[in-house]
């Protein structure tokens, strides 16, 4: 049986169609991508609800309610039960009699939030400010560059680790210059009129766009890896393999 034909194959060639579909926006807006445009919002909303309460409702408030959460013969803690009606009140914000019950669990939120927050920040940006604390005078000259630690033993490696070469000190200069630099371009709180400090703004600035620059060119590449991704299904997996049953 051709494969074409097959449920597999059916599948692909709806996958085919809406890669197609998705693409035409290329050429212009029409209503071919319209309609997978809201068939695709369709079913990301669709699958939100079901992960929402798989990933986060059922096993952080269901399985507490009623026991299954823990070892066999665990206990649940209604007092969880209270949180349901609690989250319902948020929708009472389209009740102009009672919209005024919805600051409730609004305020719960941003609290709990709020809180959360300063540990969020420190986690993601507390090791950052660490690692730019970098030595910038070597501690050995020679070799300048440093070895490499694959097949060293590892009493021999944590020394290696611990010596500033001097490619890296050279490396940490051009790091806390750039660091300084596109910091000092971000003093907008008074005015600059130092023409030092003003030529290490323009320098940051600079550095700021070539940042910008390999951010966009890797997007970009990121970009075409996914076409190329989808061409490859389209033309090999599908046309190639399923449709016409060769083997490329």
Not at 12 to 25: I, K, P
Not at 139 to 157: C, G, H, K, Q, Y
């Amino acid at each position: 049986m051709n494969a074409f034909l097959t449920v597999a194959g059916i599948k692909m060639t709806a996958g085919v169609l809406a890669t197609l579909g998705l693409y035409s926006v290329l050429y212009r807006e029409n209503k071919f991508y319209r309609f997978f445009e809201h068939l695709f919002l369709g079913l990301a909303a669709g699958y939100s609800i079901v992960a929402f309460w798989t990933e986060n409702l059922k096993e952080g408030w269901w399985d507490n309610i009623v026991g299954s959460s823990g070892t066999d013969g665990a206990k649940g803690y209604f007092l969880y039960a209270l949180l349901l009606p609690i989250g319902f009140m948020g929708y009472l914000v389209f009740s102009k009699r009672s919209s005024w019950m919805s600051r409730i669990p609004i305020g719960i939120i941003l609290g709990f939030w709020s809180g959360q927050q300063v540990q969020v920040w420190w986690t993601r940006y507390g090791p950052q400010i660490y690692d730019s604390m970098k030595p910038i005078v070597p501690t050995v000259w020679s070799p300048p560059f440093r070895p490499s630690t694959a097949s060293m033993d590892p009493n021999l490696a944590a020394q290696v680790n611990n010596t500033v070469y001097l490619s890296q000190a050279l490396t940490n200069i051009i790091f806390l210059v750039t660091l300084l630099s596109v910091m000092s371009y971000f003093l907008f709180s008074f005015e600059v009129k130092n023409k030092i400090i003003l030529r290490i703004s323009t320098l940051g600035r600079y550095l700021l766009m070539i940042g910008f620059g390999a951010i966009f060119g890797s997007t970009v590449m990121m970009r075409f890896a996914l076409l190329i991704d989808r061409m490859y299904f389209v033309w090999v997996e599908w046309l190639f393999k399923t449709v016409l049953g060769l083997h490329v």
